[in-house]
């Protein structure tokens, strides 16, 4: 599956307009006060324009959209600081299902997932020992599951309690013995601690025969390299904010831009900028290459990423003076966000590690 | 530096710790130790607390009420005080307006209000900056004209931390139209009850509104509350700068963010293993050790310059300089050692003294403050305008 150029550059332009029109950081302000951490509307908005199908089968609607293409729309996520749950949902446990459901499996949950009428995220990481399954049966604790506040059902990544096999299991949000804890993350968006004491799951048995630790893996690095494509988007807009800033901006009786010191640290950003572009599009080419090239280029990518976002948005915290640490302007809200992007699928020094590792191997 | 004023330091320095531990009321120590949200009772509290134990105003003469504390001692406590958590010495009376009056007023002006500031019966903001006039003070725009045996201010402040609270607004404003950035500039005590002062809540990252925008529209200011002479007021805020630039709590907090971060990387167990016993992290925190390390020491030679009399002037730019970067890195990574509990928020609980969503107690107030504390390279003269400072005094740049 290789999205062509057209349609990446119609879903661009279209998430980019709708934006515009509907996503301000002003029109955004309703958005943060709604409990639920997201908007309803954009939310069928964006199952009207197919942003939520993006990963669907062209037989069933959608548009097989590879990491390029995915990497258009969560560009635009980041750098309008958009509050659904597409990376979680759309991205992530659609294509999990895509990955690891069986045809039935598919065929009841996919046209839910396409109109928005199901939130659908993965719970992945453990808070102590794996979640374990024996029979229909699922016990454990997943941490920090974004959107999970919100989720009707989620995928749980465990072990089956005979086999020690991986198994990604659905589990209704409603089930008996599900309990979650749900919190507001420093961006405004919605999170949970979810508890499992013997829920009923339905284990996902793909026709494929594609083990779940294998499709685990992959969905976990599609994850990945989305938020680098989601972490481009805000450098890009936090390099262009504060540069205009710079131009406008008066002390001393001339443009704060007109120092040196400055204008070289500017300079220093769009080096960092551009060095985020070129690893963004490294990391999505591995996507599609073989495993083993696979881990370096897209934990290097994430964990370089990482620190070079966090250096931007010092920076231009710093470069804005007070404002910038005023919720009155978007770059606080760009920090807030880096933070909890930070936090998802793997910080940055597992990721460091995990590039080290594949670097230094013999 | 004489042995005998170091051991006064090192005395004080296990005052403050005594106090802490049986002086210092729980409640207060237990909302500190969570870096939780204090209300203005908490800090007239906190306050008034320090002026008993003969501490708010130590660095004043003793004809005063102070003890003429030495910069040593002025260090020595400040910094202690941040090493414990405790809340910081609300320096706007203390440390900033109750020097200026002591040194540039009147008679009258001192018995109207010093006693009030040693004992924080009134509470005091600074109005310095202006939407136009941040690093480049001089730049300010606020008009006090002369009419009558009053001043008409008007103008806006901006970054007026507590204004909320305030009883009196220090204020920079010009009486000159005409003259040079520096030399129309005055010093003013404004009463916040005047009628055409309007405090508006500026929101920061965290959550919560500790500054304010303060508009003044015909505010009509007595003449007699004019510090000084009319035109002088540049000379004078150069004075306040100069105490406001003691950067003896920075080293403190860096000291204590360090702490933390040593603690939580312990507690927290990642794979099965702790922390700090991580290479990355081992690694990282090593390096901030080291790096508090030279803070500690630059710091302490700087201030035996200052108790010596053989400062530069750069001597505060200098540990600002350093204190604020580490203490900046080693929250980042103190946020990033609480995971998850490092992006849940809730500034509901901050405020009514519940828990965190997450993690252990103190994890919103780390938040909080991490998210404050980005402006700690900007307030009080940004790192820019440090380094400017130390390129033209030292450097002759």
Same mark, same amino acid.
């Given at each position: 599956?290789?999205?062509?150029?057209?349609?990446?550059?119609?879903?661009?332009?279209?998430?980019?307009?709708?934006?515009?029109?509907?996503?301000?950081?002003?029109?955004?302000?309703?958005?943060?006060?709604?409990?639920?951490?997201?908007?309803?509307?954009?939310?069928?908005?964006?199952?009207?324009?197919?942003?939520?199908?993006?990963?669907?089968?062209?037989?069933?609607?959608?548009?097989?959209?590879? &990491? $390029? !293409?995915?990497?258009?729309?969560?560009?635009? =996520?980041?750098?309008? %600081?958009?509050? +659904?749950? @597409?990376?979680?949902?759309?991205?992530?446990?659609?294509?999990?299902?895509?990955?690891?459901?069986?045809?039935?499996?598919?065929?009841?949950?996919?046209?839910?997932?396409?109109?928005?009428?199901?939130?659908?995220?993965?719970?992945?990481?453990?808070?102590?020992?794996?979640?374990?399954?024996?029979?229909?049966?699922?016990?454990?604790?997943?941490?920090?599951?974004?959107?999970?506040?919100?989720?009707?059902?989620?995928?749980?990544?465990?072990?089956?309690?005979?086999?020690?096999?991986?198994?990604?299991?659905?589990?209704?949000?409603?089930?008996?013995?599900?309990?979650?804890?749900?919190?507001?993350?420093?961006?405004?968006?919605?999170?949970?601690?979810?508890?499992?004491?013997?829920?009923?799951?339905?284990?996902?048995?793909?026709?494929?025969?594609?083990?779940? &630790? $294998? !499709?685990?893996?992959?969905?976990?690095?599609? =994850?990945?390299?989305? %938020?680098?494509? +989601?972490? @481009?988007?805000?450098?890009?807009?936090?390099?262009?904010?504060?540069?205009?800033?710079?131009?406008?901006?008066?002390?001393?009786?001339?443009?704060?831009?007109?120092?040196?010191?400055?204008?070289?640290?500017?300079?220093?950003?769009?080096?960092?900028?551009?060095?985020?572009?070129?690893?963004?599009?490294?990391?999505?080419?591995?996507?599609?290459?073989?495993?083993?090239?696979?881990?370096?280029?897209?934990?290097?990518?994430?964990?370089?990423?990482?620190?070079?976002?966090?250096?931007?948005?010092?920076?231009?915290?710093?470069?804005?003076?007070?404002?910038?640490?005023?919720?009155?302007?978007?770059?606080?809200?760009?920090?807030?966000?880096?933070?909890?992007?930070?936090?998802?699928?793997?910080?940055?020094?597992?990721?460091?590690?995990?590039?080290?590792?594949?670097?230094? !191997?013999? | 530096?004489?042995?005998?004023?170091?051991?006064?330091?090192?005395?004080?320095?296990?005052?403050?710790?005594?106090?802490?531990?049986?002086?210092?009321?729980?409640?207060?120590?237990?909302?500190?130790?969570?870096?939780?949200?204090?209300?203005?009772?908490?800090?007239?509290?906190?306050?008034?607390?320090?002026?008993?134990?003969?501490?708010?105003?130590?660095?004043?003469?003793?004809?005063?009420?102070?003890?003429?504390?030495?910069?040593?001692?002025?260090?020595?406590?400040?910094?202690?005080?941040?090493?414990?958590?405790?809340?910081?010495?609300?320096?706007?009376?203390?440390?900033?307006?109750?020097?200026?009056?002591?040194?540039?007023?009147?008679?009258?002006?001192?018995?109207?209000?010093?006693?009030?500031?040693?004992?924080?019966?009134?509470?005091?903001?600074?109005?310095?900056?202006?939407?136009?006039?941040?690093?480049?003070?001089?730049?300010?725009?606020?008009?006090?004209?002369?009419?009558?045996?009053?001043?008409?201010?008007?103008?806006?402040?901006?970054?007026?931390?507590?204004?909320?609270?305030?009883?009196?607004?220090?204020?920079?404003?010009?009486?000159?139209?005409?003259?040079?950035?520096?030399?129309?500039?005055?010093?003013?005590?404004?009463?916040?009850?005047?009628?055409?002062?309007?405090?508006?809540?500026?929101?920061?990252?965290?959550?919560?509104?500790?500054?304010?925008?303060?508009?003044?529209?015909?505010?009509?200011?007595?003449?007699?509350?004019?510090?000084?002479?009319?035109?002088?007021?540049?000379?004078?805020?150069?004075?306040?700068?100069?105490?406001?630039?003691?950067?003896?709590?920075?080293?403190?907090?860096?000291?204590?963010?360090?702490?933390?971060?040593?603690?939580?990387?312990?507690?927290?167990?990642?794979?099965?293993?702790?922390?700090?016993?991580?290479?990355?992290?081992?690694?990282?925190?090593?390096?901030?050790?080291?790096?508090?390390?030279?803070?500690?020491?630059?710091?302490?030679?700087?201030?035996?310059?200052?108790?010596?009399?053989?400062?530069?002037?750069?001597?505060?730019?200098?540990?600002?300089?350093?204190?604020?970067?580490?203490?900046?890195?080693?929250?980042?990574?103190?946020?990033?050692?609480?995971?998850?509990?490092?992006?849940?928020?809730?500034?509901?609980?901050?405020?009514?003294?519940?828990?965190?969503?997450?993690?252990?107690?103190?994890?919103?107030?780390?938040?909080?403050?991490?998210?404050?504390?980005?402006?700690?390279?900007?307030?009080?003269?940004?790192?820019?305008?440090?380094?400017?400072?130390?390129?033209?005094?030292?450097?002759?740049?």
């Amino acid at each position: 599956m290789k999205t062509d150029l057209e349609t990446i550059g119609m879903l661009r332009d279209s998430a980019a307009r709708y934006a515009d029109d509907n996503y301000s950081f002003h029109q955004r302000w309703a958005v943060l006060e709604q409990p639920e951490g997201y908007s309803r509307q954009a939310w069928s908005d964006f199952a009207e324009f197919g942003f939520l199908a993006l990963r669907l089968p062209e037989d069933d609607g959608g548009l097989d959209a590879d &990491a $390029v !293409a995915i990497g258009a729309v969560m560009e635009i =996520a980041g750098s309008r %600081l958009l509050m +659904e749950p @597409l990376l979680a949902s759309a991205i992530v446990g659609t294509g999990l299902l895509l990955k690891q459901g069986s045809a039935a499996q598919k065929a009841a949950l996919l046209p839910a997932l396409a109109d928005g009428s199901l939130v659908l995220v993965l719970a992945d990481e453990d808070e102590a020992g794996p979640c374990v399954i024996d029979g229909n049966r699922i016990t454990g604790a997943k941490l920090g599951v974004l959107h999970g506040d919100i989720a009707g059902k989620f995928l749980v990544s465990a072990i089956d309690a005979a086999s020690g096999a991986a198994v990604v299991a659905l589990v209704d949000a409603d089930a008996a013995g599900v309990s979650r804890h749900n919190y507001k993350l420093v961006d405004g968006r919605g999170a949970t601690t979810l508890r499992l004491d013997a829920a009923v799951a339905e284990r996902l048995q793909p026709e494929s025969g594609q083990t779940a &630790a $294998v !499709a685990l893996a992959e969905i976990r690095d599609e =994850a990945t390299v989305a %938020l680098c494509a +989601e972490t @481009l988007g805000i450098v890009k807009s936090l390099v262009h904010t504060t540069n205009e800033y710079l131009k406008v901006r008066k002390q001393f009786g001339k443009f704060i831009g007109s120092n040196q010191v400055l204008q070289h640290r500017m300079v220093d950003c769009l080096l960092l900028q551009e060095e985020v572009r070129a690893l963004t599009a490294a990391a999505q080419q591995a996507l599609a290459g073989p495993a083993e090239g696979r881990v370096r280029i897209v934990s290097g990518a994430r964990a370089y990423i990482a620190t070079a976002a966090r250096k931007v948005a010092n920076e231009a915290i710093q470069m804005h003076g007070g404002v910038g640490v005023t919720d009155e302007v978007d770059v606080s809200h760009y920090f807030r966000r880096l933070m909890v992007i930070a936090a998802l699928f793997g910080n940055r020094d597992a990721h460091f590690a995990r590039f080290v590792d594949a670097s230094l !191997a013999a | 530096m004489s042995e005998q004023l170091r051991a006064r330091a090192e005395t004080l320095r296990q005052e403050v710790r005594d106090f802490y531990a049986t002086v210092m009321p729980a409640e207060l120590r237990d909302k500190a130790h969570r870096h939780q949200v204090l209300s203005k009772e908490d800090y007239v509290g906190w306050m008034r607390l320090l002026d008993k134990q003969g501490w708010s105003v130590a660095h004043w003469p003793e004809a005063l009420g102070g003890k003429g504390w030495s910069p040593l001692e002025r260090f020595a406590f400040e910094d202690e005080l941040a090493r414990l958590g405790c809340p910081w010495v609300i320096p706007f009376g203390v440390k900033y307006v109750g020097p200026v009056i002591y040194a540039f007023g009147t008679d009258a002006q001192k018995q109207r209000f010093l006693p009030g500031i040693k004992t924080t019966e009134e509470f005091w903001a600074q109005g310095y900056s202006e939407p136009g006039a941040g690093s480049d003070l001089a730049g300010l725009r606020t008009m006090a004209l002369k009419d009558g045996d009053h001043y008409v201010v008007n103008g806006q402040k901006v970054w007026t931390t507590y204004a909320q609270w305030a009883d009196w607004l220090f204020c920079l404003v010009r009486t000159d139209r005409d003259d040079k950035p520096q030399t129309g500039i005055s010093f003013l005590l404004i009463d916040m009850k005047s009628p055409g002062v309007t405090v508006k809540p500026i929101r920061t990252m965290d959550g919560f509104a500790h500054v304010n925008e303060v508009w003044l529209e015909d505010v009509k200011v007595p003449a007699e509350n004019l510090i000084g002479e009319e035109g002088k007021g540049w000379t004078y805020a150069k004075f306040l700068l100069k105490n406001e630039r003691t950067a003896g709590a920075i080293v403190g907090w860096a000291w204590h963010v360090l702490d933390r971060l040593k603690k939580h990387a312990r507690e927290t167990r990642v794979n099965g293993v702790a922390l700090i016993d991580q290479p990355l992290m081992r690694n990282r925190i090593g390096e901030y050790e080291l790096r508090f390390m030279a803070l500690e020491l630059a710091a302490y030679q700087a201030v035996t310059a200052m108790v010596d009399g053989t400062e530069n002037g750069s001597e505060a730019s200098l540990i600002k300089l350093r204190g604020t970067e580490l203490y900046q890195e080693v929250m980042e990574t103190l946020v990033e050692a609480l995971g998850h509990a490092g992006v849940a928020f809730d500034t509901e609980a901050l405020h009514s003294a519940g828990l965190p969503p997450l993690g252990p107690d103190d994890t919103g107030g780390i938040l909080k403050d991490h998210f404050y504390n980005r402006a700690a390279t900007i307030f009080g003269g940004s790192s820019e305008i440090q380094r400017n400072i130390v390129a033209k005094v030292v450097l002759g740049l």
